[in-house]
């Protein structure tokens, strides 16, 4: 049985080791992946949900697409896992596609949305 009491607070996007000492280079080699069809970085974009890295520096990514549909959809977690795994320290990359919660504009930072004139 799922109340609205089970659901709240639960985040829909799993939290990423933001403290992990190889976060932030993780986030610079996913900031190297770019949308075919737009001119923005998968991480600008936010179709990067989750940055997970545990103790023995192994990345978990959990990601989207701008729509299922994406042309590309088969090839960009490969691109994403081939810009972080050779990043020094890296020991391997897994990337997850999902689609919940769906992608939407809002998940866009402030750089994408004035490179793509929505600001």
């Known amino acids: 049985m799922n109340s609205q009491a089970d659901v709240e607070?639960?985040?829909?996007i799993k939290p990423s080791s933001t403290d992990h000492p190889l976060y932030d280079s993780v986030v610079e080699a996913c900031r190297s992946v770019f949308?075919?069809?737009?001119?923005v970085s998968v991480f600008d974009l936010g179709l990067i949900y989750t940055i997970e890295i545990d103790a023995e520096n192994a990345v978990s990514v959990i990601m989207t697409l701008t729509a299922p549909g994406c042309p590309v959809a088969g090839?960009?977690?490969?691109?994403v896992a081939d810009a972080i795994e050779p990043l020094p320290g890296v020991k391997q990359v897994d990337v997850a596609l999902t689609?919940?919660?769906m992608w939407?504009?809002?998940?866009?930072?402030?750089?994408?949305k004035l490179e793509l004139g929505f600001m």
């Open 35 to 39: 949308d075919p069809e737009i001119p």
């Open 99 to 101: 689609f919940e919660p």
């Open 9 to 12: 607070g639960t985040p829909l």
């Open 75 to 79: 090839e960009m977690p490969g691109w």
């Open 104 to 112: 939407g504009m809002e998940m866009m930072s402030d750089e994408a």
